[in-house]
C-alpha cells in the first residue's frame, strides 16, 4: 500500500498489517530516489546584457544536466582623448577598450553529502572564464530492518549434546537387593514404594 503520512492515527490500536504496510511504502518511495553519479553542462547561452543570469537542473539516469544562461557583460567606457599635435589640432578620440574574456568552461569543484532532511543545493562562481560548482546532494533515508529468520532444525550433534549423561541422574539411587518372602510383607511393599518414589524424583529434571 503507499506509504500515508496520517497513519497511524492517534491513540490508534497497535497494528501490525498497518505498519508493515507503511514501511513498505515509504521503503518504495525512498527506492526511487535516484542516485546521482555524475553532472554534465548541456548548453551555455549568451543574454543581452542587463538580462539576469539563470541555471536550470534536470536529472536524467543519474546524471545531472545544466543549461546555463548568462548575460553579455555591458560595452566598455570610450577611451580617453588622444594628445593634441604639435601646432595641429586635437587628436580624434580613442577607440573602445576590447571585449572581455569570454566564458569558457564549467568545473565541478565537489559534491558534498548532506543529511536527508536538508535540500539539494548548487553554488556557482565564476573567476572571469570558468564557471565553479559545488553541489550539495542529501543522502537517502536507511531503510527499515529485514525480519529475523526462521529458527533452524536442531542437529544430531546438538540433541546428542542436550540430553547426554541424563541417563545418570538415577546413579544416586541405590538398589534394594530383597529376596521376595512367599507370604505378604507390609515392609517390604513400604520400601518398594519408597523406593520408587525415590526414583522418580531422581528421573526428574
Avoid: C
Avoid at 8 to 37: C, F, W
Amino acid at each position: 500500500m503507499p506509504f500515508d503520512p496520517t497513519k497511524p492515527a492517534e491513540n490508534s490500536p497497535n497494528s501490525s498489517a498497518e505498519m508493515r504496510g507503511q514501511l513498505t511504502g515509504l521503503k518504495a518511495l525512498i527506492d526511487a530516489v535516484p542516485a546521482i553519479t555524475a553532472a554534465a553542462v548541456d548548453a551555455v547561452n549568451t543574454l543581452p546584457a542587463g538580462d539576469p543570469a539563470s541555471v536550470s537542473v534536470s536529472v536524467t539516469g543519474g546524471t545531472l544536466h545544466f543549461t546555463f544562461n548568462l548575460p553579455a557583460g555591458n560595452d566598455g567606457p570610450a577611451g580617453n582623448d588622444g594628445p593634441a599635435g604639435n601646432d595641429g589640432p586635437a587628436g580624434n578620440d580613442g577607440a573602445e577598450g576590447p571585449q572581455g574574456p569570454p566564458f569558457a568552461s564549467a568545473v565541478v569543484d565537489s559534491v558534498n553529502t548532506l543529511d536527508p532532511w536538508e535540500n539539494a543545493t548548487v553554488d556557482a562562481s565564476f573567476d572571469g572564464s570558468t564557471v565553479h560548482l559545488t553541489f550539495g546532494i542529501p543522502r537517502g533515508y536507511d531503510g527499515p530492518s529485514g525480519s529475523d529468520g526462521m529458527p533452524g532444525e536442531v542437529s544430531s550433534a546438538d540433541l546428542n549434546n542436550a540430553i547426554g549423561g541424563t541417563s545418570a541422574n538415577t546413579n544416586s539411587v541405590s538398589t534394594l537387593g530383597y529376596t521376595a518372602d512367599p507370604d505378604y510383607n507390609a515392609g517390604q511393599m513400604q520400601d518398594l514404594m519408597s523406593k520408587m518414589d525415590e526414583l522418580i524424583n531422581a528421573l526428574r529434571r
